[in-house]
């Protein structure tokens, strides 16, 4: 038989909009989305979320409402330590998702904080779309957009997750390399999600500088490393000659014919080929460490 999931009818919220997604990505992609408050039909359910009174994650029950339920979490909260919990998500990718989108959701849900007013966060977004519906033919139908939204946003957020891990080693290499090498520069043939694992893996303290990497539209690219993760301040600006100079102007300034761009604010250049990024760290002495 296929499996159902039993939400309330009628305006939504962040939590059980990410409560559906987590489960229609992580659990049951196929399983159907009825939206009621009709006590028979979500007794019958697969999954209940946010509604229905009962926490018990054994028979797949995932609501807070109920005095019964004294912790911390929303519904989404609970669906996503059940995937953690019975090895639907990986411990490392729940956590991930706790620490960037779920304490603060379950946080706003049970009423312990507000969203943020300056940032477009989850709950304010999620809000935005439900304001359009005036129905429960209408509620539905943006439920169910929201819920696509919410999907792309976990399946994104995986996929991001596997390539920091995919890298990993990789960026390990290359830390070791430069440091054998006394190489200022790390060194990579193709894109990587190179900053979280370099910075998990002592990139703070590490002697490197700039990091060089091939762009999507066949460019090669210089990065400044800022000083830790999150930060736009970094170890070492490139030159202030180059800042905010483009093709000509930039190649009259680095002697470097495939000079393409560099960002006013120094943190990145682009040029043509790699060796051409080559050519400019060496004859701005940058290449190697003091």
Request: charged content about 25%.
């Amino acid at each position: 038989m296929k499996a159902n999931i039993a939400t309330h009818s009628g305006p939504f919220h962040a939590d059980d909009v990410m409560a559906v997604a987590l489960l229609l990505t992580f659990w049951d992609a196929d399983a159907d989305v009825v939206r009621t408050r009709d006590a028979a039909i979500i007794k019958r359910a697969t999954a209940v979320v946010d509604v229905g009174g009962i926490h018990d994650p054994d028979t797949l029950r995932f609501d807070h409402h109920q005095s019964s339920y004294t912790g911390p979490r929303s519904a989404a909260g609970m669906v996503l330590d059940w995937l953690e919990l019975t090895d639907r998500m990986a411990t490392g990718l729940a956590e991930s998702f706790r620490v960037g989108v779920m304490t603060y959701l379950d946080e706003v849900d049970n009423g312990r904080r507000h969203p943020a007013s300056d940032v477009l966060c989850f709950p304010r977004i999620v809000e935005a779309l439900c304001h359009p519906a005036d129905t429960l033919e209408a509620f539905d139908e943006a439920f169910g957009g929201a819920v696509s939204f919410a999907r792309a946003f976990l399946e994104g957020h995986r996929e991001g997750y596997r390539r920091v891990e995919v890298a990993r080693g990789e960026v390990v290499e290359a830390m070791r390399d430069a440091v054998s090498n006394s190489c200022n520069v790390l060194f990579f043939d193709r894109y990587l999600k190179w900053k979280k694992p370099y910075f998990e893996e002592g990139g703070s303290e590490h002697p490197t500088e700039f990091v060089v990497f091939p762009g999507a539209e066949g460019t090669w690219r210089i990065v400044a490393i800022p000083t830790r993760l999150g930060v736009f301040d970094q170890k070492r600006s490139l030159p202030e000659a180059w800042a905010g100079l483009t093709d000509d102007d930039l190649a009259r300034v680095t002697g470097i014919e495939g000079s393409v761009f560099c960002h006013k604010n120094r943190f990145i250049a682009v040029f043509k080929t790699r060796e051409d990024t080559l050519k400019a760290l060496k004859m701005s002495g940058l290449l190697h460490r003091d």
